[in-house]
């Protein structure tokens, strides 16, 4: 296969990229022509302490191997200062994908606010001041790629990650928004939950697990999604060890009750089994807020008449 999806010309921030899996971003962009600016605080994986090394090391592997790269050792939650080094050394931001990030697990009932906070400072905060400061400048030059760094412990939860997960699932949302408000002009914005080894990882993963977990497997959905030519926008992809799928919400058909008549507590207990069944041929898949309110819209007109206002069991068919 010819590697002919190309970055020359293209500038990108990739935030955390002194190791794991924005080293990796890092390095790919690199080798394909892109202008690589390597952000990373170079604190450890709990968030404390900072050094320059981590940045400096990538840096130096995509000279080394002919790319074009300058270092950025500034926190996200100064992403005003990631941009500008990119304007400084290269003249413009085409592509940011948001990737820094540290844990602090602890269960819910030990967290502490500085816990909670900290995870959302860097993950929340962080994504947003990058794009932020990123985003005019998208919007100037009418062209964007955004890829925002969730989890699967956002999208289903995990134990001893309630910060984590709060944070990552936001980040979800901010994609969503952002893929609506950019596509006029260009911007397209996707997110990952991707599963890779790395010193995030390594504390939690067996090492045999560990072993099939490479970041570099990760990574070229990064660049794919980043590319010029690619049309996707606004949506959640799960990757790791070669695997690639695409996640979307899925509904059920629900029931509809009469929209006129009081609906009590013991009327969703006897339409429980409809109401969270997936497996009768009526699920959905809203992808926007419009398609979400189809089903409630449509059960504006779901009016029972007085025969079976009484009895739940009377009450109409579900809504289509
Ligand atoms: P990692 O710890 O190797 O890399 C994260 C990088 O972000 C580090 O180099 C760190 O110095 C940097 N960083 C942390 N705080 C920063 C800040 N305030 N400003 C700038 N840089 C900062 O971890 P890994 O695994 O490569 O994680 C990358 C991203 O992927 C993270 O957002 C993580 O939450 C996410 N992720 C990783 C998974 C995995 O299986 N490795 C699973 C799900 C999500």
């Given at each position: 296969m010819t590697n002919n999806l190309r970055f020359d010309g293209r500038v990108v921030i990739v935030t955390g990229a002194g190791g794991g899996l924005g080293r990796s971003h890092a390095l790919a962009f690199g080798s394909r022509g892109a202008s690589v600016v390597v952000n990373d605080l170079g604190g450890s994986h709990t968030g404390e302490g900072a050094s320059k090394r981590a940045a400096d090391m990538v840096v130096d592997e995509i000279q080394a191997a002919g790319g074009k790269a300058v270092a950025n050792y500034d926190s996200v939650l100064d992403g005003e200062k990631i941009v500008e080094t990119a304007m400084k050394a290269f003249g413009r931001v085409d592509i940011v994908v948001n990737n820094a990030g540290i844990l602090k697990d602890v269960s819910f009932a030990r967290m502490t606010d500085q816990q909670w906070d900290?995870?959302?400072?860097?993950?929340?905060?962080?994504?947003?001041?990058?794009?932020?400061?990123?985003?005019?400048?998208?919007?100037?030059?009418?062209?964007?790629?955004v890829i925002n760094t969730t989890s699967a412990a956002g999208i289903y939860g995990n134990f001893g990650q309630a910060n984590y997960s709060a944070a990552k699932l936001a980040l979800v949302g901010l994609t969503s928004t952002l893929a609506l408000e950019g596509k006029k002009e260009n911007i397209h914005s996707n997110v990952i939950a991707p599963m890779a080894a790395s010193r995030m990882t390594e504390t939690i993963m067996p090492p045999d697990m560990l072993k099939s977990l490479k970041p570099e497997m990760v990574t070229p959905l990064v660049l794919y999604l980043c590319h010029e030519d690619t049309k996707e926008n606004g949506s959640l992809f799960e990757v790791g060890a070669g695997f690639v799928g695409k996640l979307r919400w899925e509904r059920t058909g629900g029931y509809g009750f009469p929209n006129n008549k009081a609906l009590l507590p013991e009327h969703i207990q006897e339409r429980w089994a409809q109401i969270t069944n997936f497996e009768d041929g009526r699920v959905t898949h809203p992808g926007s807020t419009q398609e979400s309110m189809e089903s409630i819209i449509a059960n504006f007109e779901n009016l029972a008449g007085d025969s079976d206002a009484k009895a739940p069991s009377s009450g109409p068919s579900p809504a289509k």
């Open positions: 900290l995870i959302f400072q860097v993950h929340v905060d962080g994504a947003y001041k990058v794009l932020k400061a990123a985003w005019p400048i998208f919007r100037k030059q009418k062209y964007g790629r």
